[in-house]
Structure formats: C-alpha cells, structure tokens
C-alpha cells in the first residue's frame, strides 16, 4: 500500500503491505478482486482484498494513517512529482501499452492453442508464449525504447489477431 502522487511505487510513500496468492488471471476489463479500505475513528486504515472466483484474501492493517506527512516531505514529493513530469507521462503510456498487450497475447494463446500440426505448437501460440516471456522479464518501464519495443509486439500480436 502506498500513497502519493507518482505513477510507480518507487516515487511513492510506503504505508503497508500484504500479499494475495490464490489469484486466477482474468482477461483485461474482468476485474474478479474486490478491494475494501476501512477507516476507524482512531486512525486505523483496514485493507482487505478477495478473488471472487477462488476465495484467496488477504488483510492489511495501517495504523496512524491519518497522521498524515510532514510539511517538508509533502514538499519534497510535490517537487520530485513536478521534475518527473514527463517521465511519469511515459512510464503511464508504456504501462497502458504493456497491458494491452499481455492481453492481446493471452487471447491470441488461447485462439491458437492446439491448432499446430501433428501436436506441434501452432505457430501463433508459440509467438504468442514469446511475448508473453518477454514481458515476464521486463523489469522496467519508462526506459527509452521500451515503449518502441512494445508497439513492435503489439503490431505483431494484432496481425496474429486479425485487428
């Protein structure tokens, strides 16, 4: 859990954390997480988050989180916000790329899938299962060329496709 105004959670103030496992993949625009935030009149931030196909959760409790931030940090954050401007822009623009594509890949596996010859991986799912590895070692966004590197696997996802 964080707060602040930065696109990533490195530009960010850490609050908390817990982790889910149990998670099924949904396709993009199938959101099966629910997510509550409750705040108690002591400050207390609960935060609790549930798949609703499998059942998985997990909580968070934040004490203090209305204490809020010192004056000098929140000005810190505001300018670090105002000097990575343009970095964030292209950190969201490859960010919403990048999650078009895994889902243009995980379609395309799926049209593809079992339609090689002889049991061989169909050639469009074997592209698909490329991308899809490619993005899993994609460690970094906002970096120059990234955001060439996936329109490219767009392009090439889209044309197996058929958009």
């Known amino acids: 859990m964080y707060e602040g105004e ?8 850490k609050l908390g954390e817990f982790k ?10 199938e959101p099966k997480i629910e997510v509550t935030f409750e705040l108690d009149a002591n400050g207390i931030l609960s935060v609790g988050a549930r798949d609703k196909k499998t059942g998985a959760r997990a909580d968070c409790r934040i004490e203090g989180a209305c204490k809020g931030i010192d004056p000098a940090e929140i000005a810190r954050m505001v300018r670090e ?3 990575f401007a343009n970095e964030d822009v292209e950190y ?24 090689g010859k002889e049991g061989a991986e169909a050639p469009g799912a074997a592209k698909a299962r ?11 966004l906002g970096k120059p060329g990234v955001g060439r590197a996936l329109e490219r696997w767009l392009q090439e996802m ?6």
């Open 6 to 13: 930065r696109p990533h959670t490195s530009g960010n103030r």
């Open 20 to 29: 889910i496992v149990g998670i099924e993949r949904a396709k993009k625009g």
């Open 81 to 83: 916000a105002e000097t």
């Open 92 to 115: 969201r623009k490859q960010l919403e790329l990048k999650t078009e594509l895994e889902g243009l890949a995980y379609d395309v596996q799926d049209r593809h899938e079992g339609k």
């Open 130 to 140: 490329e991308c899809l590895e490619w993005l899993e070692d994609l460690k970094t």
């Open 158 to 163: 889209r044309q197996l496709d058929g958009r």
